[in-house]
């Protein structure tokens, strides 16, 4: 038996490969779980790029808005603090549902979220104290923005370009 | 019926079916998870059947098909019908279960090459005769095996595949050199 033999033997066998296999495993049930907890992301594969621009955006306003504040009048730098709070923890926590599923690229990205945390943490510790202090804010908004892109980031494999 | 009224009728057969199913993908496309449990139900036996032979390991490739069909439906919306939707899946699900299996495979694995497939024990148990070319392909060595899959199954280029398995154009060439000569000893061409 030559090569040639083996050439058409081969060819002829992976003709007639059955492509279909069924799994042994139920997996739909699996994949609908997975699937009510990321209700409306078809057709928005940018969503999380729209959601950082926004949440972008609307940080830049608010750190505008104290700013012209405080030019015109005694500030209220809490209610913004609290605001900007609120604001990101929306915006992390629709990221995390949305990539829940989904593999990250580092295994550590938590532990860089949590030390994200911790640095949010001190800032506003800090904050208490200054309230209306421009740097600490800016570093507030900085280490949101951080966090943001660093769940985003993980979550992007390179294949995302098909 | 003549010959040239049952091509017509096969061409408009094909044509529905086509259409049908680029109603399906439309369906999916505008979240309808109903629509997207047909297609589900349409394509699991091709995409496991294709993570079976890249991963050589039943656990894995249902967990890695499960994995294929979470993010089909993040990623269905970037499908605009400019090639075949089973092409099209099938270079998403290739995708997928690489990026699927070097995860699972750590750094002691890559470093100690351990590449001998689960499927090698399975392959023992069977004699000669009942032994057909899946079970020869899923005995392969990792790296040979996802070239021999992707290049002669998939129809993928070696340019293709090297982008697709992050290795030189050289060695997706040299592992399918590799394959085949394995498949050749075993199929008992030597």
Redesign the interface.
Known sequence: MNKADFESDLQQQLVALNREKQPERELWSGIELALVNSPDVVNKPKSGKIYALVAGVALIGLVSLLSFHTAQKHPNGSDLIASLSAQHQQQKQALLVQFQDQPALTSNWQEQVAELDKAELAIKAALKNEPNNMALLKLLQNVYQQQISLIERVHSPKWSQI | MRLSTLGNVVAAEHKFASKSEMDLIKA????D?QA??KL?QQY???V???C?RLTAD?SL??DA???V???L??????YQGDSKFST?LH??TS??TI??LR?QRGWLYRMMNFEDSPAINELAEESSSTV???SYIVRLPERARLVFVLH??EGYRHEEIAIMTNMAVGSSKAQFHRA?QL??EW???E
């Open positions: 999916v496309q505008g979240g998870k997207y449990h589900y699991i036996a091709q496991y059947g294709l079976y039943k490739a249902e098909a499960q994995e069909f979470i993010q439906w993040r990623k269905i919306g970037n099209w270079t998403v995708n997928i990026s699927y995860k057909d070319i899946e002669a199954i085949k498949l050749q199929m008992g061409y």
